[in-house]
């Protein structure tokens, strides 16, 4: 599985885009980006996943560059509640779906 | 929106005894899966199970463990001889492929071994 990277901690205003970047120079054309991101010791939550094309739900959006290299996670307008720890994830299509959870990046949304 | 449970929220239990953790899946998914997650450390896979049967497990999986979908909604993992270090966070998972849907997870089992 190919090993994404993080910047360790990102600090946001409440109210502005929050946006996070995650390297994954190493993923292979079946491979799917996953974002997650877990609150204080709650369970991990399931925000947004693609491919190749950029995708959008009512939590985030999740910009991929066209070599595949690289994402980026976009909270439109961050909310004290967003304040987590958000993982990037890449999972290959088809294995037998394991997640494999790195240190990911902990958001901090100020007032 | 439907949901993963789990029960009981927090479990105290003396070392060496047997120890089972519950966890009701989301109702028309078929693959189940539990993490794990030692206090300030990184979320790790333990097991995933399809078809009543085990398709993978990591090395931490040892013998001790062990995973049964004893009926249509409950999805279990006990851990027979349980030890201090196996103190920690239990996630469950599920989803209804293994390829591109989400793993929804549960709010977790705090394990806690005296």
């Known amino acids: 599985d190919a090993k994404t990277t993080q910047p360790t901690s990102m600090d946001c205003a409440e109210g502005r885009a929050a946006n996070l970047p995650c390297n994954h120079s190493?993923?292979?054309?079946?491979?799917?980006v996953y974002w997650y991101r877990q609150i204080h010791s709650q369970g991990p939550q399931y925000i947004i996943h693609g491919l190749k094309n950029n995708e959008t739900n009512e939590m985030a959006s999740l910009i991929i560059t066209e070599d595949r290299k690289s994402s980026t996670l976009i909270l439109p307008h961050a909310t004290l509640r967003d304040t987590a720890v958000y993982y990037c994830?890449?999972?290959?299509?088809?294995?037998?779906?394991?997640?494999?959870f790195g240190q990911g990046t902990t958001l901090q949304v100020k007032p | 929106e439907p949901e993963v449970t789990q029960t009981p929220s927090h479990q105290v239990t003396q070392m060496g005894q047997e120890v089972i953790l519950r966890c009701v899946p989301i109702s028309n998914h078929l693959y189940f899966y539990w993490y794990r997650q030692i206090l300030g450390q990184k979320v790790e896979f333990l097991v995933s199970?399809?078809?009543?049967?085990?398709?993978?497990k990591s090395e931490i999986f040892d013998d001790q463990f062990s995973v049964e979908r004893p009926d249509g909604s409950n999805f279990t993992l006990k851990i027979r001889s349980t030890k201090l270090e196996d103190s920690a966070m239990y996630f469950c998972a599920s989803s209804t492929s293994y390829s591109n849907q989400p793993q929804h997870f549960g709010d977790g089992t705090r394990l806690s071994i005296l």
């Open positions: 199970f399809y078809n009543n049967e085990i398709s993978e």
């Open positions: 190493t993923i292979s054309g079946n491979e799917y």
């Open positions: 994830i890449v999972r290959v299509v088809g294995n037998t779906g394991k997640l494999i």
